[in-house]
C-alpha cells in the first residue's frame, strides 16, 4: 500500500496499522523503516521516536490511544450535531419560502421544524385547524411521562379536537397499557377516540386530517419533518392502517394475556429480539419499557426454558419452538 492511497480517519486503524501496533507492544519497539506500511500510526501519534534513539519508534499506552480515539469521535459527532442545526436553522427560512411558493403553485411541500417546542407548535396548530381525524403513532418517551405539565397540554388539544366532532385513532406500544399516564390520558378524553397496542411501533408519527403529517427528521427528534406531499401522506396512511388492523384495543381493565407453556407474549416478543442479537437496550427501546425491566423478563425466560447463559438462551429459544407462526 503506497503512502498516496493510505487514507482514514483519525478514528480508525487499518489492519496494517493494527498488526504493526501489536508487534511494538509485543516487542517494546520497531524501527522507523518497518512502518513505513502504516504511516497512520506516527501520524495520528500512536508511534513516537525514541528519545535516545531517532530511528527506533515507542508505541502509546493503548490506554492512551483509545482514549485519544474515542474523544476524536465523540467531538466529531459534536461537530456534524452542530453542523445539522446550523444547516437547519439557516434553511428553515427558505423551507418557508418554497413553502409559499408551492402553496401558489398548488405544489405538495416538506417543512423542516427546528426543536422540539417549534414542532409540538406546528402540531397543535394543525390539530387547531383540523376538523376529522387525527392519527397517531406514539413510541414510549420516558422524558415525556415524567412531565405532568405536557401530558395534561396533550389531553387538552385532544379534547378539543374531539369536541369539533373528530375522531383520534393512536397506537402504542404493549407496555402503555400499564403506564399511568395513558390509562389517565383515555380515562379523561371523551368522544370518539381509541386506543390499540402492539409489542413494536414505528417511530413517532401523526397525521391531521388525512393532509400533513409530522415524523422525526434525526435520531434524538430535535428535527421534525413537517410532509404535505400526498404520496407521502398516502403512505403513511397505509402504514397506520396496517399497524392498526394488527393492534389490540387498549382498555383501562386489561385482560392478562394467556401463556404459551408459561412464556408470556412479552417474552416472546422479547425473544424473536434476542435471537435477532440485540443488546438489552435496544430490547428495551423497541418493546417501550425500561432496560431493567427487560432483563427481568429475559431471567424470567431462560429460568422458564432453563437457560444458564445468553449463547444458551438463543440455542434454547430456537429449539422450543415458541417463535413458529402456529405459537
Known sequence: MTPEAHHHGAEELCDAGLGLYARALREGH?????????????DHGILHPALDDLDRL??????VVLQRLLRSSEERIVD???RGQQLADAFEPLMRLGTSAAANDDTPSLRILSGKERTGQAI????????????AIQPHDSKVTKRPDILEGAIKRDQAFLDRGARIRALYQHTARHAPYARARYEHLTGDVEARTLDEVTDRL?????????????ADRSLALEVRHPALIAYFINTFDRFWHLATPMHPQAVQPPTLNGITPRQRAIAALLIEGHTDNVIAERLGMNVRTARVHIAKLATTLGSESRAQLGYLIGQSG????EG
Open 206 to 218: 401523526i397525521i391531521v386530517d388525512r393532509t400533513v403529517a409530522f415524523i422525526p427528521a434525526n
Open 80 to 82: 456534524e450535531r452542530r
Open 322 to 325: 415458541i417463535l413458529d407462526p
Open 30 to 42: 520497531l524501527r522507523s523503516a518497518e512502518a513505513t506500511a502504516a504511516p497512520c500510526l506516527i
Open 58 to 63: 515507542e508505541p502509546v499506552s493503548p490506554t
Open 124 to 135: 397543535e396548530e394543525a390539530m387547531a385547524e383540523g376538523r376529522h381525524e387525527l392519527l
